[in-house]
């Protein structure tokens, strides 16, 4: 079953966030790839692909993409364990240059070695973990699920082409 994110909500600028644990601040504020920044991190870096099909999009999203958009969700494991999740949002131009089919290849990786897609301004959201039992359902067990998940959103740009990436940081070593 889809993951519906809080698309159609207000996201926060960098500088309204507040009560950002600090092992998470570096991850969550990085304005280059994380998937690049998790590689650093960690011995073993892997990408978990768990949908990856055309979708009704989100009534806020269809202004920039259409009312069938490709959505594509993974995890973006260090070590074997999920760390994040990704939801990101293609129109028809996105898929013509082929970033529908990219498999396990980390999107981040395609994204910042392709110097045509442009980011757009980072958005942040901190979602309330009981609202997504999904989420919950890709924490590693452990006994210390916390109360509520950053996320945060960005577009990016090439051309015609766009693509909106979500990020949810679900591992709880971001929020010791």
Same mark, same amino acid.
């Given at each position: 079953?889809?993951?519906?994110?809080?698309?159609?909500?207000?996201?926060?600028?960098?500088?309204?966030?507040?009560?950002?644990?600090?092992?998470?601040?570096?991850?969550?504020?990085?304005?280059?790839?994380?998937?690049?920044?998790?590689? %650093? /991190?960690?011995?073993?870096?892997?990408?978990?692909?768990?949908? &990856?099909?055309? !979708?009704? +999009?989100?009534?806020?999203? *269809?202004?920039?993409?259409?009312?069938?958009?490709?959505?594509?969700?993974?995890?973006?494991?260090?070590?074997?364990?999920?760390?994040?999740?990704?939801?990101?949002?293609?129109?028809?131009?996105?898929?013509?240059?082929?970033?529908?089919?990219?498999? %396990? /290849?980390?999107?981040?990786?395609?994204?910042?070695?392709?110097? &045509?897609?442009? !980011?757009? +301004?980072?958005?942040?959201? *901190?979602?309330?973990?009981?609202?997504?039992?999904?989420?919950?359902?890709?924490?590693?067990?452990?006994?210390?699920?916390?109360?509520?998940?950053?996320?945060?959103?960005?577009?990016?740009?090439?051309?015609?082409?766009?693509?909106?990436?979500?990020?949810?940081?679900?591992?709880?070593?971001?929020?010791?």
């Amino acid at each position: 079953m889809p993951l519906l994110l809080p698309l159609e909500r207000s996201w926060l600028k960098n500088t309204q966030l507040v009560d950002i644990e600090p092992a998470l601040s570096p991850y969550l504020l990085e304005t280059q790839s994380l998937t690049a920044r998790l590689k %650093e /991190t960690c011995e073993r870096f892997s990408v978990t692909v768990l949908a &990856n099909e055309f !979708r009704c +999009a989100p009534d806020a999203l *269809r202004t920039e993409l259409s009312e069938q958009a490709w959505c594509r969700e993974v995890t973006l494991n260090c070590n074997g364990k999920a760390v994040v999740f990704g939801q990101s949002w293609l129109n028809e131009e996105a898929c013509i240059v082929g970033m529908d089919a990219i498999g %396990e /290849t980390p999107l981040g990786e395609l994204l910042f070695t392709d110097l &045509n897609w442009q !980011r757009g +301004a980072l958005e942040y959201f *901190r979602l309330s973990t009981s609202d997504y039992p999904a989420l919950i359902e890709l924490i590693t067990p452990t006994r210390n699920i916390p109360e509520s998940l950053f996320a945060r959103r960005s577009w990016f740009k090439n051309g015609k082409a766009k693509i909106l990436v979500c990020e949810v940081f679900i591992s709880e070593s971001f929020y010791d």
